[in-house]
């Protein structure tokens, strides 16, 4: 060992232990803090009570945490599907070259750019039944029927579907177009010449030199699906009914309504949920680097 | 400027890769003269810019001692360790290490500013060794506006503002086109022996060695070869490996047996290129058919075969003949045995194989 | 038909679609906000005017320019801080070699996927306890802490490409470590700064959900707060003023993203596809 290793070491420790001390204090201990609660049994002006397994208990009876579950799953398997497809497209039409191209690909932030719970407003204003810009469309188009897209499960479904893909879109035709871009001209080049035609040569040359980006993408984006909150609480709110909540969203109700225990008991699935997936896409994928 | 001997001590460097432990440096052992300059010589990877690094104090070995002068600058014995800066020590780069944003002047001014001198005291040295070095007038420059030769002065200029009292430099003519590095391996020399300054140079090129140096260390693979001076290293090699690796074209070696008893040892003779005469066939030492002759201003290189071994003469005259013979005065020729180690011949009897 | 030919088609109907996919819920925004009201949509013309925004610019009860100065002053705050102290780890974990160096980076890269609502319970009562909430220090510390990911991705590619000899040069030349992190290698990754300041604000001017527990009123609470809970005065919501809101939120954040764009994608697509 070398005789300044010690000092090295020290200067080394000092100076991540801001960061680290940060994380720690605000995202670690509030995990590990959250799944402590979990094992309570906390309502307002009733003493906190320690409970065991039960909180788990009731939610594993509980057909409102499975709903949100399947909900959540449901919600992320469309989003990610549809943004992935859609952000693909988009970044294949960015890559050519086209008068107006610079201006679509800066257009292409602007939905990035804002901030989500103000999109969620928006998108509510578009989805009003009254007022809102698909009813007016239909209206115009001659229909006499208006749809309450809010109103029933189905539809707002794939309302908060649509929203988030707009919302998302944006960073995963980002991600992509700059890993199209690496790919050198020449392998197309050849590949033309070689008589691939242009769904073979996405299939066989695109696609797998764009696996390494956008398999770090859809673990991102799915990880943010899974745990998605702000755009489902501020557009519908989970209604109607409870229909569109999302595991997180469901946990906010239990923390803010009923019993702050059972909020961390499903903050606490929640985040296994989100993490036990992540590891299990990587296994799965087999990321190399990390 | 101070001059200060330096003693290397059974050094050794141990590297702890993914593959298990490398030897990186073989117990080095070097005594360098105080306003001497000191070349280190070897191919890529054999350990020089480890070893410039732990005198440097870059790097730590991992058994030794290093003394600058008296001082103690690195004892594993007595658990001491000290920071390049304490060493007083001061370091030319290979890619020069210049400070991107920082202009010439800041350049050259960064390390007085660490010793706290007076911006007075500093604008003087700074103009001082800048002009020493003809780059007064690039002081307002940023690195990337200089050509290559001039970046290099900027770090030959910040390494001696500070007045060090070892100096060394890693390859530092390498990126240099091949006209610009002559002109400045002269400049080089006649700076550093001006100045005095103990220097430390790190080359693989042995042109470059042999020209600068005072006296050269050669390694290879992290074991010292030899060291001696230009002279030493090109009429006594001590192994196969420094007599090929000196001199240009390499010395030529050929295969042989000595006949004396019954076991009859292999040994390898060596002959340079330039020592060997080209004679018409028969009137010479062996006899050679001619593969290949080139041009070189006005020297031929011919390259002939014998015995399936190639063999490359250097001469002013040559005709086109196809079959020669070689001869060469016997003193010049090296005798090493099987490991490739000289043998001091008196009188050695062989023939070749 | 050729394949140029399908291109060309591909091109243009592609363009329009992606136009009016990303337009359109702007415009409708724009729209709704400069309407003197929303009548126009059920049979009704359609008024040009401001008085959207006279009423939230102005209106105390609406307390829209509160929301906005304290995600200014949230955001301002934040966003060197975090960069300082990611900077240090950055400069530990791409220049000397210890044991954390490969680890860390993982571990604060993890933190990115965790959900706020594991984390936000706890604080809830941890800032309850010492009476933060609702204040600065309420949103601060955990922002410092959930956008330190970003810094610190954006700052470690930047950092990474910053040959490894200057250090070497400098600590010959007799720098300490902080002083070549502040003096040689902070400058030169200025443009990763830039991108990470950027980056990091805009994360505190979306953050939502930290917000919408640690905070309570107009006081603290921020712009995202405030204009998803914005609810009108009288029970029906008010879309014009809230359009207006939108927009007048929106519009700098887009003009920034627009004129920083190339640090923005760079910020964000060198830690993906590196990696």
Redesign the interface.
Known sequence: MEIRFHKRITTAYIFVSPLLLIIFLFILVPILGTCINSFFQDIPYLPKKFVGMRNYLILIKNPDFWDALKFTIFFTLASVSLETILGISFALLLKERFPGRGILRTMLLIPWAIPTVISARIWQLIYNYNYGLLNYLLQGLGFSDKINWLGTPQSAFWALVLADVWKTTPFMAIIILTGLQAIPEDIYKQAKVDGARFIKRFFFITLPLLRPALIVALIFRTADSLRIFDLVYVLTGGGPAGATRTISVLGFQYYTSADFGLGAAVSSLTFLIVFGFSLLYIRLWGIKKL | MKKTAILVRNVKKIFSTAKGRVLALDRINLEIKPGELFIILGPSGCGKSTLLNIIAGLEEPTEGEIFFGDKVVFSDKKHLSLEPFERDVAMVFQSYALYPHMTVYQNMAFPLKNLKYKKKKIREQVIKIAQMLRIETLLERKPAELSGGQRQRVAIGRALVRTPQVLLMDEPLSNLDAQLRAEMRVELKVLIKDLGITTIYVTHDQTEAMTLGDRIAILKEGVLQQTGSPDELFYCPKNTFVAGFIGTPSMNFLSAEIIKSIKKPNITIGIRPQDIEIRPPNKGIINAFVKLVEKIGDKYLVHVDYRKQKIIIETSNFSKEKEVSLFWPKEKMHFFDKNGERIESVEIRFSFV | MS?RR??SI??VT??IF??L??????F??ML?SFSKN?SF??GGTYQFSFSNYITILTSKSLHMMDYLKNSLIVASITSPIVLI??S??A???TR??????RI?P???L?????????????????MGNFGWINSYVALV??Y???T?PLA?WILLSYFSQI?K??D????????K?P?ILFR?IL??ATPGVLSGLLLVF?AC??E??FAL?LTSDYRAQT???G??L?QGLHGEIP?GE??AA?FF??FP??L???VF?RF??EG??TG??K?
């Open positions: 394949e399908i291109k591909f091109i592609g363009s992606l136009f996919f990303i337009i359109t819920p702007i409708w925004m709704i929303i949509l059920t102290i990611s240090f780890s400069y530990a974990i000397i070699n210890f044991a954390g160096r860390i993982l571990l604060v993890s933190i990115s996927i965790f959900p706020q609502i594991s984390i936000v319970g706890y604080l809830y009562r941890w510390l955990p410092l802490a959930w330190s610190l040959p000899e200057l070497s040069a400098a600590l010959i030349d007799g720098a470590r002083k040689i400058p030169l805009i001017f979306n939502f959900l527990m712009i995202s707060v204009i998803s914005f879309w809230l359009m939108s939120v929106t954040l887009i920034l993203t627009l764009q923005i994608i964000l697509t993906a596809i990696e």
